[in-house]
C-alpha cells in the first residue's frame, strides 16, 4: 500500500468521448505525475505537476490535460478519445525524491 | 535523447534458481538516476531501488542485488533463489538528475517462476 489511490478503477469509453480520471495522492506530498501504460509496454510520462502548476510534459497531444486542486490530488483530462487511448493510465504522487504509485485506472476506448 | 532497453521480454525459470534481469541505458547526461520497479498482476509499481549514476557500487537487499557498470551502460537484477512470488513484470527505468519522477522506463521483463 503506497497511499496513492486512484479512481475509477475501470472505464469503459467510446471514441470522440471524454473522460476524467482521479488521484489522490500521499498525505504532504506536492508532486503528482501521470503515466499511460499501454498493454506489453512500459509506462510514459504524461506530465507532472508541482503545487498546482503543470512541471513538465512529455510527447502527448493537448488533448490530454491536467489539473492539481490545493490538496494536491489530481485529475488527467483526455478529450476526443482515440481507440490508441486504451492503456493504463498511472499516477505517482512525490516528496523529496521518493516516488510512490497508486494502482492505475484501466481504460478502454471502443 | 535517453532510452532503456530491456531485450529479454519474457524469462522462465523454476524456482530456487537464480535468475538476470537486464538493462541496458542510453544518456547524454552525466549525472543521472537508475531504477528497478516490479509490477505484480494487480497494476502497482512497486518501487525496488534507485542508483546514482556516481555510485557504482553493486548492492545486495536479501535475495536482490544490483549489479551497475557504467562503462557498459547497464544495471543488471538478479533474484538469488527465486520464489513463485517474485513472478511479476519487472521494469528498468532512468531518469535525469533535476527530475526524478520524470522516469523513461523500458518495456519491461515478465518473470515466471514455476515451482
Known amino acids: 500500500e503506497t497511499g496513492v489511490t486512484q479512481s475509477p478503477t475501470h472505464l469503459i469509453k467510446t471514441r470522440g468521448q471524454q473522460v476524467t480520471l482521479r488521484c489522490s495522492s500521499q498525505s504532504g506530498h506536492n508532486t503528482v505525475s501521470w503515466y499511460q501504460q499501454a498493454l506489453g509496454q512500459g509506462p510514459q510520462f504524461i506530465f507532472q505537476?508541482?503545487?498546482?502548476?503543470?512541471?513538465g510534459r512529455g510527447n502527448f497531444p493537448p488533448r490530454f490535460s491536467g489539473l492539481q486542486f490545493p490538496n494536491y490530488s489530481s485529475e488527467l483530462n483526455v478529450n476526443a478519445l482515440e481507440l490508441d487511448d486504451s492503456a493504463l493510465y498511472l499516477c505517482a504522487s512525490s516528496w523529496v525524491n521518493e516516488q510512490f504509485f497508486g494502482p492505475g485506472t484501466r481504460l478502454t476506448v471502443l | 535523447a535517453q532510452k532503456v532497453t530491456q531485450a529479454q521480454t519474457e524469462i522462465s525459470v523454476v524456482e530456487k534458481e537464480d535468475v538476470t534481469l537486464d538493462c541496458v541505458y542510453e544518456t547524454r547526461d552525466t549525472t543521472y538516476y537508475l531504477f528497478w520497479y516490479k509490477q505484480p498482476p494487480s497494476g502497482e509499481l512497486v518501487f525496488l531501488i534507485r542508483?546514482?549514476?556516481?555510485?557504482?557500487q553493486n548492492e545486495i537487499s536479501g535475495r536482490y542485488s544490483w549489479n551497475f557498470q557504467k562503462s557498459t551502460s547497464s544495471f543488471n537484477f538478479t533474484i538469488t533463489a527465486s520464489q513463485v512470488v517474485d513472478s511479476a513484470v519487472y521494469f528498468c527505468a532512468l531518469s535525469e538528475a533535476r527530475n526524478t519522477d520524470k522516469l523513461i522506463f523500458g518495456t519491461g521483463t515478465r518473470l515466471q517462476v514455476f515451482p
Open positions: 542508483r546514482n549514476s556516481f555510485d557504482e
Open positions: 505537476y508541482y503545487r498546482e502548476e503543470e512541471n
